[in-house]
Structure formats: C-alpha cells, structure tokens
Nanobody
Framework: QVQLVESGGGLVQAGGSLRLSCAAS????????MGWFRQAPGKEREFVAA????????AYADSAKGRFTISRDNAKNTVYLQMNSLKPEDTAVYYC????????????????????WGQGTQVTVSL
C-alpha cells in the first residue's frame, strides 16, 4: 500500500483560501485515481473531489464545484486540493485517498473506491 500524508490544514476566515497537500510514498500515485474526502464531527465521511488515473478527468461534489480544484504533481508524487472562498460549513478533517491501480471506472466518489488513506488534516473556517 501507498502511504499518504496530508498537510496544509489550519484555521482560516470565511472567504479565505487554503491549499492541502497529500504526499505519497511507497509507490507512485501518478497513474492511479486520487480523491479528497472530508468528515465533520458527527457526520459521515463525504466525497469532495477526485482526479482520474490519467489526470484527464476531475469530479467534484456540488459543494466544492467552482471553489475547489484538485491537481497532481507527478514529479513530487503529491496531490493537492486548492480551496477558495471557504465557508464555515467546509470545516472538517480532510482526507486524501488513493486507488489501488489504474482502472477505467469513473467517477470514483465512494470511500470504498479507494484503498489507501491518509491520517487527515483539520480545516477550520471561522466567520
């Protein structure tokens, strides 16, 4: 399995921006689908964004469309989530996830679509 480590979370005011990073080690993630999920207290983990194995397709939750952007730097084996116009309801622990192998199934938006997970990074958006 690949090891994933998220970073970049923190406290930000509403309307601000954060960029989350997910550094992978153990194997390359340049050719597998990657995803970002989040979990708020008392709620289930929910899909935020995904990038296809080829990097040519993206998928976003309705709540993230137009504000969040997922991207990947293959040279750094790192995936990013740029979050703009943050809202208090974006407050959650954000998790990075990797698919196990390249496959044509798309979009991947369910937690069971991914088999490797990071430990999460806290994002808190204040009024």
């Amino acid at each position: 399995q690949v090891q994933l480590v998220e970073s970049g979370g923190g406290l930000v005011q509403a309307g601000g921006s954060l960029r989350l990073s997910c550094a992978a080690s153990g194997r390359t993630v340049s050719n597998v689908a990657m995803g970002w999920f989040r979990q708020a207290p008392g709620k289930e983990r929910e899909f935020v964004a995904a990038l296809s194995w080829s990097g040519g397709r993206t998928a976003y939750a309705d709540s993230a469309k137009g504000r969040f952007t997922i991207s990947r730097d293959n040279a750094k084996n790192t995936v990013y989530l740029q979050m703009n116009s943050l809202k208090p309801e974006d407050t959650a622990v954000y998790y990075c996830a990797a698919d196990r192998s390249p496959r044509p199934l798309w979009p991947l938006t369910r937690t069971r679509d991914f088999d490797s997970w990071g430990q999460g990074t806290q994002v808190t958006v204040s009024l």
